[in-house]
């Protein structure tokens, strides 16, 4: 399985590193940093390769910009592929949230490609978790995916538990549950100042 | 010390109660709902008799017209108490927030009554764990409070752990937190239909 990365930032390059971390041949990846080494320059050409790349693509662009970003590619590239969606739709300092309540960045990504299977996943924790869950409380603890494509969320919940080492994953139903795991970023970085950490996250105990 | 549950419906009869299950007498409850049952149609006067009662008030009226409500009973009643504002701000089926993202009902109610020590906390989860959180996991997850009363927050962290039986609360500051606390309720929603109870919290892990 070939993935793609999508993006400019820390986020894509953690998550192409951790992709590519055991096994750099299988995934692809190294390829892919070999190119946007050479071709710093080029973003969305980068963005355009990795998409015709990938078999799954990460959406790691900014969140103020992440339909545009995902438009300069085109529908071309992306239409039948899984879309795993990790970004939260903020800008600021502090991050204020640019879609709420009843709509979400999950859902409009979705509209915007309807032919795309985007799976909202990874979103609203430290990055450091997202791609190494075992580093708090040996794992014991929660990711959510949701997305209207009940096979592309199998896949996501493949990649999650055996390339990211999760232990406990929630299928939170369709693609407007992104409403609900984009929210909760505002909790997200209040704990994080009050315990002075990023390294923290989620359990659901019954 | 007396405590006043504000509110017409089930939110405030089950916290009313518990505040009264142990010795009914000490917590003055029982003269409130013995009042309240000869005058259940009386709704603004319940609700300044019960703030006029209470020492430590809880808001529980209906997060669509809480801060109409508390301004029925007016800021001579409230000044100088400490509210605990359990509500979420929502309305609807499925419940839409009505306030998200750069305020919150905490700071609506803050923002009205400017001498009323509003600490938000216990929203955003089943009623049933608000007043009994050990019957889930033997209560080993958290409640959040928030608020600018330093000194109120101390009073209402005694009261969730001594009254109610919470054993880990969180402090997030001040009472902007209230954002971050009433936006995990579509999250909470999504979920409570996905494990099919709403008998569940969430437990921070580091």
Redesign the interface.
Known sequence: MKFGVIGAGIVRQILAATLARTEPGIYGNPPLRQWSEQHPQIQVDTFAHTAAHGEILLNATAGGVSVEALQTIGADLLNGKILIDVVQPSSGMPP??MV???DSLGEQIQRTFPQVKVVKSLNSRSLHIMVNPRQ??DG??HV?V?GNDAEAKTQVIELLTREFGWKHV????DIT?A???E??L??????S???Q?P????????
């Open positions: 204020s949230l709420v309540n009843t708090v409380a014991d603890h959510f949701c929630i299928d939170l139903g549950a409403r609900g795991t929210m909760i505002p909790l997200w970085l209040r704990l100042d009050t315990l950490t390294m923290f996250n989620f359990k659901i105990v019954q």
